[in-house]
């Protein structure tokens, strides 16, 4: 086989796990019948007793090119772990868009985010009895300047060998044009992957997967898009689920999860992988 024809190894990562009982039903349903070959866990989610833990831990047994790592979470509606954490709202962190503007204006303590992603790497350890594959974080905290930096710090000490997931995309420029948050993601990830390299902390060579969640597209050609020039190594971020209460009352994006899962566990996506020469690998 010559080099050309050699498959296009992708990361197929499902964001949330720990979000929901469906969230979790759905994402091992895939794991299982080899459809992800990553799942990021957010330690802090309401889903994430003993038994959640050990069923994943199961499905990861049946597919071996599973990764399993940590979705950090610095936003709301969640807790932190940590007792000092600030900024808060009402005892929660703060909402997304809050947590970003301090980070721009560098009004954030990198310290106490790293004392946060610390303990959640402990959190990870403590339940699944190893540090995790990789990192990344729930709404891309993990870009944002000064959180990135607490970050790095943690990942060096509790989590050495796992690499964290960055959010640049490898389209080209009118491509990328198209879609606002993607755009940011790559604008915040450039400055991103120098401070990773300059830290020694390897990340995806590409990212994929971001889109407007309200506008409910047709996500066989969003998917299509994803992987169009995606190079060897590359990361598509998914968002596989099953609708429930708790789901209804944390996270905005349900219907559209039952969407993306629906696809997944379908023919269609194998026959994607298959046309463009691309394998979960």
């Excluded at 009982?21 to 989610?45: E, F, H, K, Q």
């Excluded at 000064?146 to 997931?165: E, L, S």
């Excluded at 971001?210 to 971020?237: C, K, N, T, W």
Aim: charged share 25%; aromatic share 8%; net charge positive.
């Amino acid at each position: 086989m010559s080099g050309k024809d050699l498959p296009r190894r992708i990361r197929l990562c499902a964001d949330d796990y720990g979000l929901s009982p469906g969230v979790n039903r759905a994402i091992r349903d895939l794991i299982a019948r080899g459809r992800l070959n990553a799942t990021s866990v957010m330690v802090v989610g309401p889903a994430i007793g003993r038994d959640e833990i050990e069923a994943l831990q199961d499905a990861a047994r049946t597919n071996p090119r599973c990764a399993v790592g940590l979705h950090a979470t610095l936003s709301a509606p969640f807790h932190p772990l940590t007792l000092h954490f600030r900024p808060l709202d009402g005892g929660l962190f703060p909402p997304v868009a809050k947590l970003l503007r301090k980070a721009l204006l560098r009004r954030l303590d990198a310290d106490i985010i790293r004392a946060e992603v610390s303990a959640q790497l402990a959190a990870f350890a403590e339940k699944f009895g190893r540090a995790p594959d990789f990192v990344d974080g729930h709404q891309h905290v993990q870009l944002f300047p000064q959180v990135r930096d607490g970050f790095f710090a943690a990942m060096k000490q509790a989590a050495p060998g796992a690499w964290i997931r960055q959010g640049g995309r490898a389209q080209p420029l009118a491509q990328r044009l198209r879609s606002p948050k993607a755009l940011l993601l790559d604008l915040l990830s450039a400055q991103f992957r120098r401070d990773a390299a300059h830290a020694n902390i390897g990340f995806n060579p590409a990212f994929a997967g971001a889109y407007d969640f309200s506008a409910a597209p047709d996500f066989a050609e969003l998917m299509a898009q994803f992987i169009d020039g995606l190079p060897d190594r590359g990361l598509v971020m998914c968002h596989p689920g099953f609708v429930d209460d708790t789901l209804k009352r944390l996270d905005p994006l349900t219907d559209q999860r039952e969407r993306e899962y629906a696809y997944f566990a379908g023919d269609a996506f194998p026959r994607l992988l298959d046309a463009n020469n691309v394998t979960l690998a």
